[in-house]
């Protein structure tokens, strides 16, 4: 008796389907490249060598020529080849690479090294960069692996991700001790962010300070970002000293989002620069100070206030918003006075900077795509690679910061005073 079933024949797992279907992705142009690649990089190698020792193979080196000096090369023998595996884009290659001893003047010898494949060199600087990118886009060191599998012939392993990535300290250093006495930085928006961390062995949360400056042509520049532990006054006066040591120069103006360390640590240092309090961080304040049935009706009043077309306007609104909100709910009304004239100092600014000036949200963009990033690795190494992590960000072109708005206009000196607050 013969079965009829119509149930279709069982498939392996995900990961058997997905290698079943690349491996049927033949391309025999990639594999022709990639067979001549080995023959490619010797030929390279080879011929630096023979420049070098100024003959072919087998061949003897030429006498000397008394009227041109140096023409025979340097003195020198070849002693076999050295085994060597590289890893490019165009996967991993064996290459023989030739061996040559050198005369010096002293009457010894040392061993030529090449130029164009450096001691002790595993990757192309593209394989290198490659893979930095693809962890840059926001995947970790598996999923890394997994993506580059089919470009370098399953040859990346979740270390081979880490090594490269480790080869970005050498930067990271440098633009840390960088000289900063050449930037002209004419504004300052500081700023902290939250992330997770492993700190011996256990997911830790961090603050990291980050501190962005404008130049005067209006470009936004990253200028630190630190992990201090927290934003205490402390933490904010030890990322400052050490951009004025760098010789920062002091900011005609600065945007903070109100936290009481950074203000401290400001008040000590630049006391007299004009300074916003970030009115988008004062506007939760005033909704944490208020019953939910009043959200809307809070932000309704405060936006019209803040978002006025001219400062008496903005003074008028104000007024209008104290009084009312001081019968209806008084915590509101004792917020929005708590942060004094600091959250109008924008109105000193002509008004086609306004939109740029009242807020942190230059900074606070750059939290949200760092965050969007790192999102599939949950909890980052360390607290030192979730600041290097911020930075190369920026550093590769991962993420791409525009001029700030009225940038035009930033050379014009700011009023005297913002609005009356004489309520």
Not at 151 to 175: C, H, I, Y
Not at 192 to 202: A, M, Q
Not at 326 to 353: H, I, N, W, Y
């Amino acid at each position: 008796m013969t079965n009829s079933s119509t149930k279709l024949p069982v498939l392996g797992s995900d990961a058997e389907i997905g290698v079943g279907l690349l491996n049927e992705w033949f391309d025999p142009i990639e594999a022709c490249l990639r067979d001549r690649v080995r023959e490619l990089i010797q030929t390279m190698i080879e011929s630096e060598l023979e420049a070098v020792l100024s003959r072919p193979r087998y061949a003897r080196r030429p006498k000397a020529d008394p009227e041109n000096y140096g023409a025979c090369g340097v003195a020198g023998h070849r002693h076999g080849h050295r085994s060597r595996s590289l890893l490019g884009t165009f996967g991993r290659v064996e290459i023989a690479v030739p061996r040559a001893r050198l005369d010096t003047s002293e009457g010894k010898t040392t061993e030529w090294k090449s130029k164009a494949l450096r001691a002790y060199q595993r990757r192309t600087n593209q394989a290198d960069s490659l893979i930095a990118g693809a962890y840059l886009a926001g995947t970790n060191t598996r999923r890394v692996r997994r993506a580059l599998a089919a470009v370098f012939g399953g040859a990346v392993s979740k270390d081979t991700v880490s090594r490269v990535w480790r080869k970005v300290k050498a930067d990271w250093d440098a633009w840390n001790a960088r000289p900063l006495a050449e930037e002209p930085i004419v504004r300052l928006i500081l700023d902290g962010t939250v992330v997770r961390v492993r700190l011996d062995r256990k997911a830790t949360s961090i603050v990291l300070l980050v501190v962005l400056g404008v130049r005067e042509d209006g470009q936004k520049v990253l200028l630190a970002v630190k992990n201090m532990g927290g934003e205490t006054s402390q933490a904010w006066r030890a990322v400052l000293d050490d951009l004025v040591k760098r010789g920062l120069r002091q900011p005609e103006f600065l945007i903070v989002d109100g936290g009481t360390g950074l203000e401290q640590a400001l008040a000590a240092l630049w006391g007299d620069v004009p300074t916003q309090r970030c009115t988008v961080h004062k506007h939760r304040n005033l909704l944490a100070h208020a019953p939910p049935r009043l959200h809307d009706e809070v932000s309704a009043d405060y936006n019209d206030m803040i978002y006025a077309a001219s400062p008496a306007e903005i003074e008028q609104r104000r007024r209008a918003f104290l009084r009312k909100w001081r019968l209806k709910c008084k915590a509101v009304a004792d917020s929005l006075e708590e942060a004094g004239d600091r959250l109008f100092t924008f109105t000193r600014l002509p008004p086609s900077q306004w939109k740029s000036a009242r807020t942190t949200n230059a900074i606070e963009r750059l939290h949200e795509e760092f965050k969007r990033r790192i999102k599939t690795q949950t909890v980052l190494p360390s607290a030192e690679t979730a600041a290097m992590l911020f930075w190369a960000l920026l550093a590769s072109g991962q993420i791409t910061m525009r001029k700030v708005d009225g940038w035009q206009s930033l050379t014009q000196k700011l009023a005297d005073k913002p609005i009356d607050l004489a309520a």
